[in-house]
């Protein structure tokens, strides 16, 4: 167990540390945000005309993990 904890941490950093021409250009940075933006936009729409509760969920979960891809910058420098 205490291995493969191991080995999730190191392939988790190694796969952020790919990310980091990405999150650390910033005009790529900016675009992506942009567009992260705008997928927001339309999933609120969809959240504010929907009546199906789990159309309804499915907007709210991709909301939340767009936003957690906005912190992403954040998270990759944070490794080091």
């Known amino acids: 167990w205490r291995i ?17 021409p990405l999150v650390n250009n910033k005009r790529q940075w900016d675009h992506f945000n942009s567009y ?8 609120q729409a969809n959240l504010e005309q929907n009546i199906d509760i789990v159309n309804i969920h499915k907007a709210q979960g ?3 993990i767009l936003r957690k891809l906005k ?5 990759v420098n944070s490794i080091g």
């Open 4 to 20: 493969n904890l191991v080995e999730h941490n190191s392939n988790h950093s190694n796969l952020l540390n790919k990310l980091k």
């Open 62 to 64: 991709a909301i939340g």
């Open 71 to 75: 912190q992403l910058r954040d998270e």
């Open 36 to 43: 992260i933006d705008w997928v927001i936009t339309q999933q």
